[in-house]
């Protein structure tokens, strides 16, 4: 564990990336601000308790993206793609194996992501990224992968833009990441990085149950 984390727990992070989106949000000019329908997707089940606080700041709906990494068989480790539920994949160009493994490793993937999607329907709020600012949130990039898959799926969904947000991800991923939407949102970018949960005073693994009431409690911010 990083000897001075840079947030407590995942609400501490979620309440100082709500500042700066917030902040970001700000620069725009009022005519664009009332012209912006935000709605903050979360990957789970990470994401969900950092995307809450933002959602609540912007009274706005809380969704999800979820999107599992494609491992090896023999390598539960080694992320060698992701995939949405919805069915985008994205395949790690350095990693690709020969094509009878992605055949087998995808559904794998695809299963997880639609079972978990189903566990967390029925907190979701029935809303569609086209038009909107689609704010894509997670609790901390590593390699990337999952966040990009999760960004490739809201970009078909053409939302009027696509902020990318997260509370420390790599340095050395920055210039990546910032190509999948328009704007991105890094609060931190240590090196070296060696994992998410380093920074991070509390970082316990989030149960299903947890992230379906991180999706529930919208209901006290929205009408």
Known sequence: MFSNPFFDDRA???EKLAEAVVGELGKLNLTAQEAVKPIVYAL???GLPVAVPIARRLGCPLDVVVAKKITRPDNLELAIGAATADGHVLWEKQKLQNWRLQKSALPVA????QSLLADLSPGRPNVSAAGALAILVDDGIAT???MAVAAKA????????????????????????????????VLETP????SVSRFYGQFPQVETAEALRCLQQQTEWRS
């Open 12 to 14: 501490d992070a979620g």
């Open 191 to 194: 090196h070296p990085f060696y």
């Open 44 to 46: 789970p089940r990470g």
């Open 154 to 185: 809201l970009q078909s969904q053409q939302p009027a833009a696509l902020w990318i947000c997260a509370p420390v991800a790599p340095a050395d991923l920055m210039g990546f990441l910032a190509q999948m939407g328009d704007k991105l949102i």
């Open 144 to 146: 990337g992968m999952t």
């Open 110 to 113: 695809q299963n997880n992501a």
